[in-house]
């Protein structure tokens, strides 16, 4: 325990501004785990992984000499189709299934991800650097690397895209409409199946694009993804389905939460408090509801 | 009746014979009977009360450093002894390390047991998904936290008491084949005579409809509770046996191994055919002899075998062994089956 945190202000400005930037992007893979869930009715344990793996898109663009920037447009691009392959070969088969059926089937999924990328790219932690430099602020008691302030400026940039996207589009619509009500949806036309393969694809574009600022930003890991996961489903049970505000603000909450356990409980602890959070959280909302005599759907 | 009792003596008396019929797989075979414990209790929640659960790992882990730190704990400082890592500055006598395993059993089964109880009534109101995901928090959440903690090793890990001077090898590998051996006739047993009380029927209640059982005057999460409390039981029995037998505790890696361990009990399970006596038992074993084919002859694909095995069990096979031989035998268990419908659904099909 440690609690220089409050004995020093630009400490905790400083925990609150990293908190707000990292959360920023937890609320981008937030969305596209509400998006599934919305419309498709299941929970992807694998989400962490797709992260991920955009993540290592953007560090070989790296490598090879390209700045992992036009990652953030690589990796969605990639990452689509490979969401889609994967709605083709497992998950239009646990759609209609029982939710455990799809939490079993994608940490299934999950554990292929993780050691494949283990095989592919090897062990090591690895970032992409981008060179951004940083920027010192209230003479030079808080850091704040300028690839934190670019990540957070991106995907509030592709959020929006998102959202009006969402609105606007005839997909979009097909997509909104087949979360309300997939069975009216499709006596009035919508080819449901399109629909989810494209939602699905879509989610693992967002991850595509988290992962990819994440390489930038932070370091990435074959191993590191089950967390991502646990924190997005965090975020969307907080928030509810459907509530972008809430996602977003939510997010950020989760965010500067996490920097102050960092500081507080010391770095070893971070997972251990998100997952204790999450935790905490489901049995408040248990205790909350059952008060109503109502539970969780 | 007598048919079935014929079949229990056989597997007793290849059950006591097998370390000495396969004297090279006696560390196997231990392994496998932990590997149906866990199974069997897995079955307990999420096959009868419909309860998915990923964080049984929870207890198991938790027993596991039980039993360690009370054998340790009980004759020598407990830091001491983390502290000095695989360097033994102090030996158990044999009649100090039985005293030890014996209490330490003991204790990994009574707390986790206490544990699961004094959780249970927040986490059990949860239903469906938001349980698995809260158990899946749980087991992770108790891996990195152990992980941090001083006097049980941290992150280089806890060397449990090396087996005293007596027999050498051999002796060993009998000692924990007959405990593990043990700990399995002994969950059978409870289990089975479970399952013939009103108690399962009340399980299977809460499992196909809660809220019609409630109303019907059942105390659900009493009965919930007490479920869960057998599991942890049984689980963190399993724990301290496995603790012994693979002599190092590494807190992500061999206690709270959510990646390994906690699905195998899963997968187990629904191999074998949740909600069924037998599943979990046929199950674990196919599961053993797949594994460990895996494990020797293609090492380094093993989690890639995993996942696969994962999504294809759950996709394709989620009704299991004993399902699917319920539906091509029901005659065999017990239900009634009139000719002529079956006829008409064949030729429907």
Redesign the interface.
Known sequence: MDFMVFQYPMISVQACLDGVLLGILFALIAYGMALQWGVMNI?NIAQGDLVILGGYIAYFMYLYGIHPAWGVIVAPIIMYFVGVGLYKL?IN??VDRD???S???T??????????MN?AFGADVVLANSGYGTTFLFESAVVLPNSKIFSAFISILFAICLVIYMKKSKLGRAIRATAQNARAAKILGVDTEKVYAATFGINAALCGVAGALISITFTIHPYMG?PYT?RS?MIV?VAGLGNLPGVALSGMGLGVFEEFADYIL?T??R??AV??L??LI??YR??KL?RKRE??? | MNKNLILYAAILVFGITAPFIFPAFKVQLSILCVLIVLALTWNIQGGEMGY?TFGNILFYGLGMYLCASVQVGMFFPLAEWTESGGEKTFVHTPAEFFQGMAVGLVVAAVVPTIVAGLIGY??L??????F???T???G??A???S??IEIIGA?QGFTTPPFPDVGGLEARGEFFYFLSFMAVVLTFTAVRAIYSTRFKLILNAIRDNEDKAEAMGIQTMKYKIIGWMISAFFCGLAGGIMGGLVGYIDSTDVAFDG?EMG?FM?LMA?LGGKGTLWGPVIGATVFHIFKEGFWTFFL??Q??A??????VI??YF?EGIMGWLREKYPERFGEVVDEADRKAQVELK
């Open positions: 929970i497992v088969k646990v939710l455990f059926i939490i079993l089937a940490f299934g999924i999950s554990i292929l991800f993780m050691q494949l095989f089950l646990i489903f049970i010391g070893e602890f997972i251990g997952f204790l999450l935790v489901l049995v248990r205790f059952s539970y969780l759907k | 998915n927040s986490i109101g949860l239903r469906g998904h938001y698995a995901i809260c899946l928090g749980l992770v959440a891996g990195e936290i992980g941090g992150g990646r699905v899963v629904i380094g694909w989690y890639v995993l996942g696969v095995l994962i999504v759950v996709i989620p």
